[in-house]
């Protein structure tokens, strides 16, 4: 071979190692694999899709019914307001505390499982509801059984979503928020009919017969192909791994394995990881937990304000109907709207301008309690609900990785029970103080405005902070120099090792 052959192949080794270094790509199977794991954005995913928004109408939507029996419970059990408001709010708030139970079941036995489970809890308790004869136990039966049941079934239905969908998120997530939509839309004149002729009793028993269908809809859940984040192998393939840690670390005592173990388990399943890590999550999770404050509570109290003020509790029944109906046709356009690219990066503060809406809003029922006030009111409360609701999922998607959602969707969905669970029945505890419901919304009003507010005011200065720091790094770039050096009949090939180009990436957040 001559001296100009070993230089050129010499030289194109060399410069294959640099075009690696400086332009790293997967090996082939690498590629094959990440592909495996691609979401299909359609396909099979629009029957998921279909299925999430019949089980968000059942789940989410479920507790703002319970306003059309509010009066016969008091009634039936001789309870003051703040006692009756803790039915739904019990079961508001379980729906979401059980995130991290939630998250576990979905580890080890996939979401399909999971949303079936939940929809045999929730439809059990309803049944068992009515047959109870103290308050008390409705609490449990109502509010923590069927909450359970209602978590179970709501957040393996919004995960899955995440894992088929990722090009088409905003406008996916905004199609099946509209479930809680055509809950309020449908739920509320079905429970006013099946209270009209079966009373609250019987009503209560066909309400949980209609729960099992969650496990019609968990059915058709099945995993994404080749998706191994969820089900029994990857529960199997934790144990095995677990039990060969401990068969490796038999010198250690076994309650610190134990211990080990369970902070291991906490920070997986609860997400305190991202909490502490991520400052975004951090700071829309406290406020997503303030706004749930006074984000429900009107939804709760609005049939009782107007029945207590002469309507017709068919008329009342109405106004949720009508809201629901405002949610359905505005939530998918609202999608595909803000699905668009320019909107990319600023989900959060439409999101944040729609939640300010909503929470001045609530000062319109106290202008009066007619049917004309009450309707503009539904109205606008509406709309502002329909872009909150349907950006919900997709900031939260936005500001933690998708590997780490559920974890993050089950912490979140803790603070925010803390806030639910409080919300109603301090609301009745103002209400028998007071003797006025319009205390009631100008609490809601000032409490959701100022969670906005925050929301607004703290993304936005973390986003001029992330650009000045941005603007500040700056990328050195080197050259690979080579140095050819003729030694009688060998030629040698001196690589002068230049470390490869290096960014350093200043991050505010962790996402």
């Given at each position: ?372 006030v009450l309707l503009t009111y539904v ?9 909150v609701g349907s950006l919900l999922f ?54 959701v405005a100022s969670s906005a507010i ?58």
């Open positions: 071979m001559s001296m100009a052959d070993r230089v050129g192949g010499a030289l194109d080794s060399y410069m294959e190692e640099v075009d690696d270094l400086q332009d790293p790509t997967p090996a082939p199977d690498q590629s094959r694999r990440h592909a495996q794991f691609e979401a299909p954005d359609g396909g099979w995913g629009w029957v998921v899709l279909g299925a999430t928004v019949l089980v968000l109408a059942l789940t989410l939507a479920f507790p703002s019914c319970l306003g059309i029996f509010y009066t016969d419970l008091q009634t039936a059990f001789h309870s003051s307001n703040s006692k009756t408001s803790w039915v739904p709010s019990i079961m508001t708030a379980v729906l979401h505390a059980g995130g991290p139970f939630c998250s576990v079941l979905v580890e080890h036995y996939g979401c399909r499982v999971t949303v079936m489970l939940g929809g045999v809890l929730s439809g059990l308790g309803m049944v068992a509801s009515s047959f109870t004869n103290t308050i008390g136990e409705l609490y449990i039966t109502a509010g923590i059984i069927t909450g359970l049941g209602f978590c179970f079934s709501f957040q393996p239905a919004v995960t899955i979503l995440g894992h088929y969908f990722v090009r088409q998120r905003a406008f996916v997530n905004a199609v099946s928020s509209t479930g809680t939509a055509i809950g309020l839309s449908t739920l509320p004149f079905l429970s006013h009919f099946l209270r009209s002729h079966l009373g609250w009793r019987g009503s209560f028993l066909v309400l949980g017969g209609l729960l099992l269908n969650c496990c019609v809809c968990g059915a058709v859940m099945r995993p994404v192909e080749g998706l191994q984040c969820s089900g029994p192998g990857r529960g199997k393939a934790k144990k095995e791994e677990s039990n060969s840690q401990l068969h490796r670390s038999k010198l250690r005592p076994r309650v610190m394995v134990a211990l080990r173990s369970l902070m291991a388990s906490m920070r997986r399943h609860m997400a305190f990881d991202v909490f502490s890590g991520n400052l975004r999550f951090r700071i829309y999770s406290v406020g997503i937990t303030w706004m749930m404050l006074g984000f429900v509570v009107p939804l709760v109290y609005l049939v009782p304000y107007a029945t207590a003020h002469g309507m017709d509790k068919s008329r009342a029944a109405l106004l949720l109907t009508i809201l629901g109906f405002v949610n359905i046709f505005v939530r998918p356009p609202a999608g595909l709207l803000f699905g668009r690219p320019w909107f990319h990066g600023r989900h959060v503060y439409v999101f944040s301008a729609a939640l300010l809406v909503n929470g001045l809003s609530n000062s319109i029922c106290c202008v009066a309690a007619s049917f004309p109205v606008v409360y509406g709309l502002s609900m329909s872009v997709t900031v939260l998607m936005s500001v933690v990785e998708m590997s780490r959602f559920p974890a993050a969707l089950g912490l979140l969905s803790i603070m925010e029970s803390i806030t639910l669970l409080l919300g109603p029945p301090l609301a009745g505890i103002l209400v028998d103080s007071t003797g006025q419901y319009t205390q009631v919304f100008y609490v809601c009003s000032a409490t925050f929301l607004m005011v703290s993304f936005c200065w973390l986003d001029t902070m992330e650009m000045r720091f941005s603007a500040a790094v700056r990328v050195p770039t080197h050259k690979p120099t080579i140095i050819l050096s003729d030694c009688q009949d060998s030629v040698v090939v001196q690589k002068v090792e230049v470390p490869p180009p290096t960014t350093e990436t200043v991050y505010v957040t962790v996402a």
